[in-house]
């Protein structure tokens, strides 16, 4: 990026016309409900995977509020004027906030949603390969979503998010329903994951090789071979769970000669790496968050890349690490332990590059920048704290505790949620065409950082005290870190509302949006915001997505513009005939 | 709201971070927590300090050029790549040497039986004593093995630094060596306390302190298992001398000649976990509540019925399972084995008293 006078040259996109913008070129309900553009599929996907977040956070609440007192505070045994005692009610919540925060909003949030809208702009392609299988994975998750709420309609679920058995197998809750529910949302998150894959591999534009990708690119390659992977062997573990209880065939249930810890085995084995679909997206939100708003090339590129696959490799041999207590040999036990330390270089090498990224660079503290420090705060407790459970004498000690609940809670909330509110306001300009108020962004931001931290913090003393988690009640002695808990969760709803209503304000009244906001050279930031139906008039030309030599601070018109195209162009390696479908024209 | 005796560190004994530490474990597991608390500690501390001044120091005007476009350093990138490497080695040894001495319990070590079902505890004694509280002897190495009658459950007590599941279909194994024994409290207080509980079931929370006199320490269920998960904890008292400990056992092993079967049928009613399911006062719980069930007709699940008589409670007592309650689910687990003949006859006394 230079300042002082204007080359000559500059490109500016300009504003897109009302039949020029994917979210008005067409109107009614079946052109958004039949579409085949991955732009309104992420716009859908984003406001269904909110919508389950607002759910799940209300549910949050809940938890947090009736923990406010020993012996519980907000459920009664004639809450709501049902006669369902106290207890079931807090489990049933706490089970139900589990689920539906992991398999309907951190599981697809970043992919899904930012993923759908964000892959074929950023490869500058017209859409992903295959759009027909993109929609259908949209109704998948519809469905799924469905049947949770379905589960929560009927009988309630009180297994907790895990199902573990063989208290899933006996308890006359809706472990049908809500298995039925995670089964074909593991469909939809299938889907997703290998539409990505095969749209990375074979629509790359001419010149953008595999290490020209933005790394969000990779993040989300990384992750959809996970998803790939991983999500198979939970499906089938869901129909297992479901056989054993309507057939008792014996596989997890020791009264019909199961065992439970294969169960556990089964679980993890997917679960764990789901936990890398969780956080890998957010390390690839991150990473374009901080170059972009540093204004400075990311630092060591090739590392950061490297680690997102190492990480999707090595998260699939640590499962164990969940199971330290359960009954295993001490061999098994040492080496899943020796294992799970492996993944965490690949994460401290992330965090050491983002700040090399910002050293020496040109900060604006916009409000995804003010989200991505967040990040590297929180993920930094989340990551270090998991070092105590990765070792195995203090996991003794902090497994299943209030230790790992703070823990998770740093990497999934602190980590993916973060991540995910930072790239919704780094994106939203580009999605919807408003820029919304910065200092309603940046407060949000600060008032969610307060939040977390007394939601949190406290957690990590009240496990290592010894307070086991998924208690409803709990001994007196607790109370004082739990109501400093409880009283952060009531600042960090507040401080989540406040980025909605931020966002939702400018779709009414924010400022028409540049193409280039922030002085990104990405490739969605060359085309209009919102963008064009086709995304790009032709295939764009590709640079190296971190040089910010020639984007330029137009003062005058106040816009981040781009000198065209100074920047070397990598010569041609396909042949004449490219792809129609690779953002040439048709 | 707030009592001072509830603050962190309104305790001189606690550190902010742990409980005390009353077994051999809790030392080393201790150690190996604040080192890794100090290793991640420095990083920590490092990393915002970096991330707060730079965010400072290269804050800059709309359109000015970063300072330096440096993309790469492979041998510094190489330096933070494998540096830390070793000290996550030093953990994960430190770590796995401290947890092989959690695993094997020394030869002869005192043995304990343990039984956790939905939702409370029964320690075996042997000899045919059992009873919920885990009574332990000073300096003994003690090994427990562990059963559940259910579901998964896992016993865990804060002040050993010492956790394991009992997963259903296996026994499971632990042991520790307690170290601190637990001190007794003066006869006026037991007394006190006594008088002002009355009949009804003592309430550990409250007065710290054990229907004996022992202070204790905390023993939870870790593992989530159902409606009352949070109420399945029971106490440990560490006894000095093998004669108290033994005095403490004989004391429990059956109903004492002064004490009526009722009220031992009631004591057996609050300590043998039948109060987690049965109320005493009509509600309904996971089973049927006792409130005039003696004498009383039910139906049962297969469609008959029963009247309910001292052999159709000795019989539900020993095979739960035979003649089940209708719009009761099948779940409760079998005592055989686990009262005496005396037991159940204490029972089926105490429940009459509650059909009068």
């Known amino acids: 990026m230079s300042a002082g006078t204007l080359p000559s040259n500059v490109r500016d996109p300009g504003f897109p016309t009302e039949r020029e913008n994917y979210l008005t070129n067409s109107k009614g309900f079946l052109s958004w409900f039949c579409t085949l553009d991955h732009k309104r599929i992420g716009v859908m996907y984003l406001i269904g995977t909110v919508t389950a977040f607002l759910i799940g956070g209300l549910l949050a609440l809940g938890i947090r509020l009736h923990l406010f007192s020993p012996e519980g505070w907000l459920f009664t ?103 039925l529910g995670a089964f074909i949302l593991g469909f939809s998150s299938i889907f997703t994951g290998l539409n990505f894959i095969v749209t990375i591999n074979t629509m790359r534009p001419p010149g953008m090789t595999w290490f020209k990708m933005p790394l969000f690119l990779w993040a989300t390659y990384a992750t959809s071979i996970i998803q790939v992977l ?52 957010a390390f690839g939100v991150i990473s374009e968050l901080i170059s972009v708003h540093s204004h400075k090339h990311i630092f060591g590129y090739r590392f950061i890349a490297y680690s997102s696959i190492a990480i999707a490799l090595l998260g699939f041999l640590v499962w164990g690490h969940h199971m330290f207590t359960a009954g ?46 967040s990040f590297i705060f929180l993920f930094t407790i989340g990551g270090l704290t998991g070092l105590f459970l990765g070792t195995l004498a203090t996991d003794l000690h902090l497994h299943d505790t209030y230790f790992v609940v703070a823990h998770f809670h740093y990497v999934m909330v602190g980590g993916t949620l973060i991540a995910f509110l930072g790239g919704v306001f ?65 600042i960090l709803g507040i401080g989540l509302l406040i980025a909605l209503v ?18 990104a050279a990405t490739l969605e930031f060359a085309c209009t915001s919102p963008p064009p139906y086709y995304n790009f008039e032709r295939a764009p030309v590709v640079g190296d997505p971190y040089d910010f030599h020639d984007i330029f601070w137009d003062a005058e018109n106040e816009r981040y513009v781009t000198a065209e195209p100074e920047r070397e162009i990598v010569p041609q390696t396909v042949p004449e005939e490219s792809p129609a479908h690779a953002g040439g024209q048709n | 709201m707030l009592d001072h005796n509830q603050l962190p560190l309104a305790d001189v004994n606690k550190s902010l971070w742990f409980p005390e530490q009353a077994s051999s474990f809790a030392e080393g597991v201790d150690w190996v927590y604040d080192t890794i608390l100090y290793i991640s500690l420095v990083f920590f501390v490092g990393i915002v300090i970096a991330l707060v001044w730079f965010a400072i120091k290269y804050h800059k005007k709309k359109g000015e050029p970063a300072e330096s476009q440096t993309s790469h350093h492979t041998p510094l990138e190489l330096l933070w790549s494998i540096g830390p490497s070793f000290l996550l080695v ?12 959690m695993r094997t319990p020394p030869e002869g070590s005192y043995e304990i ?16 004593t059992y009873h919920p509280e885990l009574h332990l002897l000073l300096d003994e190495p003690t090994k427990l093995s562990m059963r559940s009658s259910d579901v998964i459950h896992s016993l865990f007590i804060p002040a050993f630094r010492a956790k394991k599941d009992i997963v259903p279909g296996r026994y499971n194994y632990m042991w520790f060596k307690p170290t601190v024994a637990s001190e007794k409290v003066s006869d006026e207080e037991l007394a006190k306390a006594k008088k002002a509980t009355g009949t009804d079931a003592w309430d550990y929370d409250e007065y710290q302190f054990t229907p004996d006199g022992y202070r204790f320490f905390d023993l939870y269920c870790a593992e989530y298992c159902g409606k009352s998960h949070s109420e399945m904890q029971t106490v440990v008292v560490v006894h000095e001398t093998q004669e108290e400990l033994d005095a403490w056992i004989k004391e429990k092993a059956s109903r004492p000649d002064d004490v009526a079967p009722e009220a031992w049928g009631k004591t057996l009613y609050n300590q043998r976990g039948c109060a987690s399911c049965h109320s005493i006062d009509g509600s309904k719980r996971v089973g049927p509540s006792f409130k005039d069930l003696a004498g009383s007709t039910h139906a049962l699940a297969d469609g008959s019925s029963v009247t309910v008589d001292p052999n159709y409670i000795r019989e539900s007592i020993l095979e739960p399972k035979a003649k089940v309650v209708a719009g009761y689910n099948p779940v409760m687990p079998s005592y055989k084995g686990q009262l005496s003949d005396d037991d159940i006859d204490s029972i089926i006394a105490y429940l009459k008293t509650l059909a009068e």
């Open chain 1, 502 to 519: 931020v966002l939702i304000a400018s779709l009414v009244n924010g400022k028409r949006s540049p193409a280039n906001p922030w002085g």
């Open chain 1, 230 to 281: 991983a999500t198979p062997v939970l499906g089938i573990t869901l129909l297992l769970l479901i056989a054993e209880r309507v057939m008792q065939i014996g596989i997890f249930d020791p009264e019909f000669n199961g065992d439970p810890v294969t169960y556990q085995h089964f679980f993890w084995f997917y679960s764990h790496p789901a936990v890398y679909i969780m956080i890998l997206p």
């Open chain 2, 113 to 128: 039986g343990v039984e956790a079902y939905k939702w409370g505890w029964t320690m075996d004694y042997g000899g045919g």
């Open chain 1, 77 to 179: 045994d004639n809450w709501l004027g049902s006669s369902v005692d106290k207890n079931t009610i807090y489990n049933q919540v706490f089970t139900l906030h589990g689920a539906i925060m992991v398999f309907l909003f951190i599981i697809p949030s970043i992919p899904a949603a930012l993923g759908n809208f964000l892959v074929p702009v950023m490869l500058g392609a017209k859409d992903v390969a295959f759009p027909r299988l993109n929609l259908s994975s949209f109704y998948l998750w519809m469905f799924g979503a469905l049947f949770f709420i379905g589960a929560l309609l009927s009988s309630g679920l009180d297994t907790g998010w895990t199902f573990y058995t063989p208290y899933s197998t006996t308890t006359d809750s809706s472990v049908i329903l809500a298995t």
């Open chain 2, 90 to 101: 030093y953990m994960f040894v430190v770590g796995a040497i401290s947890y092989l001495d």
């Open chain 1, 328 to 373: 295993m040999s001490s061999l098994t036990t040492i080496i899943f332990s020796a294992l799970t330390f492996t993944v965490s270089v690949p994460s401290a090498i992330k965090v050491f590059n983002w700040l090399a990224t910002m050293y020496k660079g040109s900060i604006s503290l916009t409000t995804p920048m003010c989200y991505a420090l």
């Open chain 1, 426 to 490: 780094h994106w939203w300009p580009k999605m919807f065409g408003r820029l919304y108020n910065e200092w309603g962004g940046r407060l949000s931001a600060a008032i969610v950082f307060i939040g977390f931290n007394l939601t949190f913090l406290p957690q990590f003393v009240l496990g290592s005290r010894g307070m086991p988690r998924r208690y409803a009640t709990y001994d007196p002695e607790f109370a004082y870190l739990h109501q400093m808990s409880t009283i952060g969760a009531l």
